[in-house]
């Protein structure tokens, strides 16, 4: 397709479990971005990657969370050991410039469910 | 800690013009402002952006003054469709290099 695509669209886990989320970025997209949204609040930045680099992660919130890129197309965002307050949608987005000078492009999330 | 700020709900009717103003004071140098729109259950979807002065496309306009410290979407005429919430995106500069920031959005109403 000629959108962001990413899968699951919806995941539910048990407090403990790891879990796996994946972003297929627009084709030849530089840039990869990904984002958390609680309810009711705007995403929130997690990470940010140039082709296979991970340029940014400050706004990981523990190290629980990893995310990786490794030929600097698809991309996977991992939760170990997941918590309730882990629960949000997860948005990935790509763009075809680095940094904020073109527009980024938005996959519908993945719904995180922690029971 | 770098921030931006918007009204958190408004109200319109069909027909009218709706103005929503983003305030971020430490935006980044080089860096664009954008704005999205996100309806339940989707993710934000591309609207507008710009750098300085005035942009338009065919759906909106974006004010941005000289100083760059605010933006103001502009939306003509809204339809029931354009019930959603809006959000501007801005590179601000923090104390640890760039950062990526959504301001809290504001969810408009359009009645009929």
């Known amino acids: 397709g000629a959108g962001v695509s990413q899968s699951p669209r919806y995941k539910v886990a048990k407090r403990g479990q790891d879990v796996a989320l994946r972003c297929d970025p627009i084709s030849g997209h530089v840039s990869l971005f990904w984002y958390q949204q609680a309810l009711g609040q705007g995403p929130e930045f997690l990470t940010y990657?140039?082709?296979?680099?991970?340029?940014?992660k400050s706004g990981l919130p523990s190290d629980r969370f990893f995310a990786e890129r490794p030929e600097g197309s698809v991309s996977t965002l991992k939760i170990q050991r997941t918590q309730q307050e882990d629960s949000a949608v997860y948005l990935c987005?790509?763009?075809?410039?680095?940094?904020?000078?073109?527009?980024?492009?938005f996959g519908d999330g993945t719904r995180l469910s922690i029971l | 800690l770098a921030k931006t700020t918007q009204p958190i709900s408004m109200d319109s009717y069909e027909g009218q013009e709706v103005n929503i103003t983003c305030s971020h004071n430490n935006i980044a140098t080089n860096d664009y402002i954008t704005w999205y729109q996100q309806f339940p259950s989707q993710g934000p979807r591309f609207i507008i952006q710009g750098y300085k002065t005035k942009v338009t496309n065919e759906v909106a306009s974006l004010f941005i003054p000289a100083d760059r410290k605010s933006s103001t979407l502009s939306l003509p005429r809204v339809s029931l469709s354009d019930t959603a919430v809006y959000y501007c995106l801005v590179v601000l500069e923090g104390n640890y290099g760039q950062n990526f920031v959504f301001g809290p959005g504001t969810r408009l109403s359009v009645l009929p």
């Open positions: 987005a790509s763009s075809s410039e680095t940094g904020g000078r073109q527009p980024q492009h």
């Open positions: 990657f140039q082709n296979e680099a991970q340029l940014d």
